[in-house]
């Protein structure tokens, strides 16, 4: 009991530490000292750092995934892909907001990164907002909610698909089979609801209609690159039989982002120099960003199941099916709400949930995207968060301006998202 206790205050300890901003791994990782102390297991630290730092079943996803998203930077694929799918806006202004968002949200799909999403659209889509009327917040707010509320869940290389593929075993595209209806009911929600908000708090959005002109000469190849790696996962496959390593997730993934840097790189010849440096630029920023997270947040989490609390919380939970959805959604909401890292937060409650999830007759898999979900719609919340604060400055606007755009429908895809699984519906 006494020992039940001292885990809780520690856990409230972190929790306390990332409110405060104090550096989110920094903060995990002193925790999770405390909690191998507690159990007097301190020396299994050294063997999950050990195990969590080569885990091929993350690092090689994650990092290649990332390192694709930097040769696109440096091809401007990823500029292409933004101008393709913001030209149709110019023919009227309604499409603006619904259009801006569903843009962000695509772009995201292709780089994991959401202030690096944030970045690469705001700059196209900003003025073409501003120079129809809409206000400086709300342009931000918009930006801040197509790169934020989970685009990146139907990348095999995103942190949260990985990290859920490997605790439950099952192939990536299983997995984004059962992201794609409960993500999207939440994102179209969100959607709907800051289109509503948007309509009724400023009329003259819909008054007028003009040719915008995006003066930007697309290049259609370079705009389909980064769509590559997932016709390669997913298409392909269905046509082609593969080798047999291909069943290997990790290879698979890293197969296709490879191939799809090949293809970059071929569309921007004169950079094919820098093709490796770019890469490996961006599989070090994952691991040195991404990685280090997936690795903390392991290390807490076996701490905690060092002290035997994850055996109390299934005890606390059996036969309560309801109590563990609701669970599911909201303590990964305001945990990334208030440390303003959406992945972190998802890898913490995913390590905890999900491997307890079939023994409270609940389906893992979808256990972990409720997580996931919820992470993403609260991490867009955090007044803290990088996209948050990219989004920012981008609009010129305070951090918690935007945040306050966005509260309504962030909360009303979570609170759909409640209903449906409480109701069994998802």
């Known amino acids: 009991m006494i020992s039940t206790i001292v885990t809780l205050i520690i856990i409230v300890t972190a929790v306390v530490l990332m409110f405060k901003r104090f550096e989110v791994r920094l903060s995990l990782f002193i925790c999770a000292v405390a909690l191998f102390l507690l159990a007097g297991k301190l020396p299994q630290i050294f063997v999950i750092i050990t195990q969590q730092m080569t885990n091929e079943k993350t690092v090689v996803p994650i990092c290649t995934a990332m390192g694709f998203a930097y040769v696109l930077k440096l091809t401007e694929c990823d500029r292409h892909l933004t101008h393709l799918l913001l030209a149709p806006l110019r023919y009227g202004k ?53 790169s934020s509320m989970g685009g990146e869940l139907f990348n095999p290389g995103a942190v949260e698909v990985v990290r859920l593929a490997e605790l ?34 400023s009329e003259e959005i819909t008054k007028t209609e003009q040719n915008l002109g995006i003066k930007f000469e697309i290049n259609y190849i370079k705009a389909l690159v980064p769509l590559l790696p997932m016709i390669l996962l997913f298409v392909v496959p269905l046509v082609v039989e593969l080798p047999a390593e291909f069943n290997n997730n990790s290879v698979a993934i890293a197969a296709a982002m490879l191939i799809a840097i090949v293809a970059a790189g071929l569309t921007t010849p ?157």
């Open 94 to 146: 309604w499409l603006l907001i619904p259009g801006g968002i569903i843009a962000a949200y695509i772009v995201n799909m292709a780089i994991v990164s959401q202030s690096s999403t944030a970045a690469i659209v705001g700059t196209v889509l900003l003025p073409l907002l501003l120079a129809v009327g809409i206000a400086p917040t709300i342009a931000g707010a918009l930006l801040l909610l197509g």
């Open 168 to 201: 439950t075993g099952q192939s990536t595209s299983a997995i984004l089979a059962q992201v794609l209806p409960i993500n999207l009911l939440a994102s179209v929600t969100a959607l709907i609801v800051f289109c509503i908000l948007v309509l009724i708090a």
């Open 270 to 426: 004169k950079a094919l120099h820098s093709l490796t440096t770019a890469f490996f630029e961006g599989a070090g920023y994952a691991y040195a960003n991404i990685i280090s997270l997936v690795i903390t947040a392991t290390i807490f989490t076996e701490g905690i199941k060092a002290n035997g609390l994850i055996e109390t919380l299934t005890n606390a939970l059996a036969n309560r099916a309801m109590l563990a959805k609701f669970t599911s959604l909201i303590l990964p909401f305001t945990l990334a709400g208030i440390t303003g890292s959406g992945s972190a937060t998802a890898i913490a409650v995913m390590n905890v949930l999900v491997p307890i999830a079939a023994k409270i007759n609940l389906e893992p898999v979808k256990v972990g995207t409720l997580v996931s979900v919820a992470a993403q719609l609260g991490r867009t919340m955090s007044p803290v968060a990088a996209v948050v604060i990219m989004s920012s400055t981008i609009a010129q606007q305070p951090p918690l301006s935007l945040v306050k755009c966005v509260a309504l429908p962030l909360l009303a895809g979570l609170g759909v998202l409640l209903i449906a699984a409480l109701c069994n519906w998802i």
